[in-house]
């Protein structure tokens, strides 16, 4: 069974805060790593994708990837009100049909003015 | 650029009765096509995928089924609907044969009473 692990929440940050999220994952030849925003209601946004060890910065959103610890994780710098969601990891290999996404349940993000 | 269409936005249907749900992509040829169904408090789970026309896997064992009339239409189909059918469903792409990212339609909120 492959699992993406994810701590539900709610995370809560100031404005203007360092926002963390993790997840972990079990399936040790994961080669694609992604983070998903989903606003109430909404469908899931891409935000980031990762796919090799160490860092990716874009904007406000820089995505961590160790693959030896098997745990890929997300920060939002300067955190606004509007980044109030929860936020999705997702992970694939060429071992998942169709390269089918596995997802976490979620982190729920409270950023607070 | 590249769009993902779904429809209807919301149902309320009976249980026992029938389902259509329908995905069209633009703006791109020979998608791997996803269905995903996100049931309360649960995360996206995987229904089918496809990788061509009238190529159709299934994930989980159900009442569903899925066809691919055409490169860029995915169709979600049951003759009776359950109860546990209710949740909210999104149609996804992602470029054949990469394992890159994923983009998801607006999805579907069914609700089967």
């Known amino acids: 069974q492959k699992e993406v692990e994810q701590n539900s929440g709610p995370l809560s940050v100031p404005e203007g805060a360092i926002a963390s999220l993790n997840c972990t994952y079990s399936?040790?030849?994961?080669?694609?790593f992604f983070w998903y925003r989903q606003y109430s209601g909404k469908s899931p946004e891409l935000i980031m994708s990762?796919?090799?060890?160490g860092d990716k910065e874009d904007g406000r959103f820089t995505a961590q990837l160790n693959k030896a610890s098997q745990y890929v994780s997300l920060l939002i710098r300067d955190s606004q009100p509007s980044d109030s969601a929860t936020y999705l990891c997702a992970v694939t290999s060429d071992t998942n049909s169709g390269y089918a996404l596995n997802f976490g349940k979620g982190t729920s993000l409270l950023v607070t003015p | 650029s590249q769009t993902i269409h779904q429809w209807p936005a919301t149902l309320v249907q009976p249980v026992g009765s029938p389902l259509s749900l329908e995905c069209t992509v633009e703006?791109?040829?020979?998608?791997?096509l996803y269905w995903y169904r996100q049931a309360a408090g649960r995360g996206l789970q995987l229904l089918f995928y496809s990788v061509g026309i009238g190529q159709i896997s299934s994930e989980v064992p159900q009442n569903l089924s899925a066809s691919r009339p055409q490169d860029r239409q995915f169709i979600l189909s049951s003759k009776k609907l359950l109860l546990s059918d209710s949740g909210f469903y999104l149609c996804?792409?992602?470029?054949?044969?990469?394992?890159?990212?994923?983009?998801f339609g607006p999805g579907t909120r069914l609700t089967v009473t």
């Open positions: 990762i796919y090799s060890n």
């Open positions: 996804a792409w992602s470029v054949r044969l990469a394992g890159g990212e994923q983009y």
């Open positions: 399936d040790r030849v994961s080669q694609s």
């Open positions: 703006g791109t040829s020979n998608p791997n």
